[in-house]
């Protein structure tokens, strides 16, 4: 299963865009990228996922490099709900996801 | 539509004993996962379970664990004569049926603590 890496902790202020990066430089060509995010306490919940385009959706954008070697996250403007651990998670056909440790973004008011 | 529910929230069992964890998945998901996760860690995939099938159990630890999903009723995840190493949070997530890459909706998790 290929491996994705992120930073430990990042730190955004209320209301400014935050940036969340992921590299996965052993993707292959039929892993979809899967980002998650867990608040505390809660079960995980998705946010977005992609294969070659980048994607919108109500909660984020997803921006997947041309080589597919790493992707980005993008929260346009967080809020203090935003808070959690985010999870950039790489899945074939099988439907397993393989969890790394995160990142644990922390939004100051 | 109601999400994917767990029960119990909480389960606290002494060594040695048996822990049954359920998990109903979304209205028309035919697809469980159950996924453990320890303090401090990222989730780790135990096993994926279709109606009445085992798809993929490579997670599950080879004894005590055992899952099933039956045609009438919830998911069971049980684990017989747990140890102290068992207690952490137990998730369960469920994706509709049909092919193609679907996302997965988990509950709340069932924490369990063994004492």
């Known amino acids: 299963d290929a491996k994705t890496t992120q930073p430990n902790s990042m730190e955004s202020n209320e209301e400014e865009p935050v940036h969340l990066p992921c590299n996965h430089s052993?993707?292959?060509?039929?892993?979809?990228i899967h980002w998650y995010r867990q608040l505390p306490s809660q079960g995980p919940e998705y946010v977005i996922h992609?294969?070659?385009?980048?994607v919108n959706n109500r909660m984020a954008s997803l921006a997947i490099a041309e080589d597919r070697k790493s992707s980005t996250l993008i929260l346009h403007r967080a809020t203090l709900r935003d808070a959690a651990v985010y999870y950039c998670?790489?899945?074939?056909?099988?439907?397993?996801?393989?969890w790394g440790l995160g990142t644990s973004l922390a939004v100051n008011p | 539509n109601a999400g994917v529910m767990q029960n119990p929230r909480h389960l606290v069992r002494r060594r040695g004993q048996e822990a049954r964890l359920r998990c109903s998945p979304m209205?028309?998901?035919?697809?469980v996962y159950w996924y453990r996760q320890l303090p401090e860690e990222g989730l780790k995939f135990m096993v994926y379970?279709?109606?009445?099938?085992?798809?993929?159990e490579s997670g599950m630890p080879k004894e005590r664990f055992s899952a099933e999903f039956p045609k009438e009723g919830p998911s069971i995840l049980r684990i017989q004569q747990v140890v102290r190493g068992d207690s952490a949070a137990y998730f369960c997530?469920?994706?509709?049926?049909?092919?193609?890459?679907?996302?997965?909706?988990f509950g709340p998790g069932t924490r369990l603590t063994v004492t």
């Open positions: 997530a469920s994706s509709p049926m049909g092919t193609g890459i679907y996302e997965q909706y």
């Open positions: 209205k028309g998901h035919s697809h």
């Open positions: 379970l279709q109606k009445e099938n085992i798809i993929d």
């Open positions: 052993t993707i292959s060509g039929t892993d979809y």
């Open positions: 992609g294969l070659t385009s980048n």
């Open positions: 998670i790489l899945a074939g056909n099988n439907r397993k996801l393989i």
